[in-house]
């Protein structure tokens, strides 16, 4: 289960979607496109991922963390691609690693807020 302890505080997620840019070169409804479907993926793939880590998965925690390195790249999270890749590399070992607990609740805890502020941006294109 993860750290609810109301004393921890999370690492908000930060947006930056200059990779986004670099991809659609300035192409709004491109952008528009790209940015609806990867949100709607990160959102899949963060639910998935927040199971798995429930059930102590170690698979399906390695498998979801992964997808969400290049997902987290498009939707502008530089952040949760770092904590992606740090838990895709840890549990490559086929073990449960609690150790980064901290990591999961930043994504987990952090996605709802960076959630709204994407499709904020969605719907202001």
């Known amino acids: 289960m993860l750290n609810r ?8 997620i930060l947006i930056d979607l200059t990779y986004l840019y670099s991809l659609t070169d300035g192409d709004k409804s491109f952008e528009q496109l790209l940015l609806t479907g990867t949100v709607a993926d990160v959102d899949s793939k963060i639910n998935g991922f927040k199971q798995s880590w429930e059930v102590k998965d170690p ?3 390695r498998k979801n963390a992964h997808s969400l390195i290049s997902l987290s790249a498009i939707a502008g999270m530089p952040q949760v691609v770092d904590w992606s890749r740090k838990i895709d590399e840890a ?3 086929g073990e ?12 987990i805890v952090g ?8 499709n904020l941006l969605i719907a202001d294109n």
């Not at 690693?97 to 999961?104: D, K, N, R, W």
């Not at 996605?111 to 994407?118: G, I, K, S, V, Y």
């Open 5 to 12: 302890n109301k004393a921890m505080i999370h690492t908000p």
């Open 59 to 61: 698979e399906g925690i």
């Open 91 to 93: 549990f490559a070992d």
């Open 96 to 107: 449960f690693h609690p150790e980064l607990s901290v990591l999961a609740d930043n994504i």
């Open 111 to 118: 996605w709802p807020a960076a959630q709204t502020q994407l």
